[in-house]
């Protein structure tokens, strides 16, 4: 594998599930991100993690919860969401030191019914 | 706050056509610029750059010039092919406390359309 890899790449799930996304990154880089895409909206960054270490939260809802077991995996843990939460959710990573230069994954089309 | 406005799509053109994509942009200070490209299916990649007024940035026959008298940043290409189909978001790059901190901001993106 080579990239930024993300899986599942389409998740259908309840209000009342839990589930969880995945990222991998095979480029070496220190810094990850999650963002969600919504139709006819701009790029929305969610959090920002460098060296494992959260620096960025952009006001998201708890129900959404992050985790960055190492710097090549980045988890992003789903429970009880709402029909709004609906999107794709791209996952991203960079060096730290360059963070313009980031990487995408090609995201996973979350459908809340 | 910071902003990036583009251009509403979708954008129809035939092969070999000339494409603009307007970007104009609001910032606090002394942003970078970018360009990022999402083929079908795929995640955002960076397509070109410039990190300061005059600079144009280039890549796989597209350009564009970073003005900061009208703060625009439009993208543009001579002769698109089939293979250009994809989302185009402009974006800009704040950093912040000596650089420690920074902001990425996207604009909405426009879908181009490359007919044969």
């Known amino acids: 594998e080579t990239g930024v890899t993300q899986t599942p790449r389409h998740l259908v799930m309840g209000m009342t599930n839990k589930k969880s996304l995945k990222c991998e990154q095979h480029?070496?880089?220190?810094?990850m991100y999650w963002y969600k895409q919504s139709a006819k909206k701009p790029l929305e960054l969610m959090f920002v993690?460098?060296?494992?270490?959260?620096?960025e939260n952009n006001s998201v809802p708890s129900r959404f919860s992050p985790e960055c077991p190492n710097s090549s995996h980045l988890f992003l843990h789903l429970h009880t969401l709402q029909p709004e939460d609906s999107a794709l959710y791209l996952c991203?990573?960079?060096?730290?030191?360059?963070?313009?230069?980031?990487?995408f994954g090609p995201g996973t089309r979350l459908t809340v019914t | 706050g910071d902003s990036v406005t583009q251009m509403e799509g979708p954008v129809t053109l035939s092969e070999e056509a000339f494409l603009t994509i307007n970007c104009t942009y609001t910032?606090?200070?002394?942003?970078?610029l970018f360009w990022y490209v999402q083929y079908p299916g795929e995640g955002l990649q960076l397509l070109l750059k410039?990190?300061?007024?005059?600079d144009k940035g280039s890549n796989k026959g597209f350009e564009a010039t970073y003005r900061k008298e009208t703060t625009s940043f439009h993208l543009e290409k001579g002769s698109v092919q089939v293979s250009d189909s994809a989302v185009y978001f402009c974006?800009?790059?704040?950093?912040?406390?000596?650089?420690?901190?920074?902001?990425?901001?996207f604009g909405k993106g426009t879908l181009l359309t490359v007919n044969p």
């Open positions: 974006a800009l790059l704040l950093l912040y406390s000596g650089g420690s901190n920074y902001k990425l901001t």
């Open positions: 910032a606090t200070g002394y942003p970078s």
């Open positions: 480029l070496g880089h220190n810094a």
């Open positions: 993690y460098n060296f494992k270490e959260q620096t």
């Open positions: 410039a990190t300061k007024a005059d």
């Open positions: 991203a990573s960079s060096q730290a030191r360059d963070r313009y230069e980031q990487y």
